[in-house]
Nanobody, 121 residues
Framework: QVQLVESGGGLVQGGGSLRPSCAASGSILSIVNMGWHPQAPGKERELVAVSGGSINYADSVKGRFTISRDNAKNLVYLQMNSLKPEDTAVYYC?????????????????WGQGIQVTVSS
């Protein structure tokens, strides 16, 4: 089994910065990719940044957010700068992970519990 635990959310004024992190643990053989998905009240969860074979960002965060990974520690960070009130959401981390089974391997997507990011105007 694999667990993802996010930390580093909070309340910040508009224009400020936050750097949440997400740690993956468990029987991990390899991680295909890791990403961040905010979900604002009344809206669907969306992908804003992903790091795998390449790094990609949603247009809404390009130039403001930077995703990075520490592969040795199975960590992913999201440096969030120039935050806006519309960035307010619960931010979920996910990871596509390959684990070992008794008779082979399995690749599955796991999710963290989410952390609140609130940006005041």
């Amino acid at each position: 089994q694999v667990q993802l635990v996010e930390s580093g959310g909070g309340l910040v004024q508009g224009g400020g910065s936050l750097r949440p992190s997400c740690a993956a643990s468990g029987s991990i053989l390899s991680i295909v990719n890791m990403g961040w998905h905010p979900q604002a009240p009344g809206k669907e969860r969306e992908l804003v940044a992903v790091s795998g074979g390449s790094i990609n960002y949603a247009d809404s965060v390009k130039g403001r957010f930077t995703i990075s990974r520490d592969n040795a520690k199975n960590l992913v960070y999201l440096q969030m700068n120039s935050l806006k009130p519309e960035d307010t959401a619960v931010y979920y981390c996910n990871a596509r992970v390959t684990t070992r089974l008794p008779m082979g391997t399995k690749t599955h997507t796991y999710w963290g519990q989410g952390i609140q990011v609130t940006v005041s105007s």
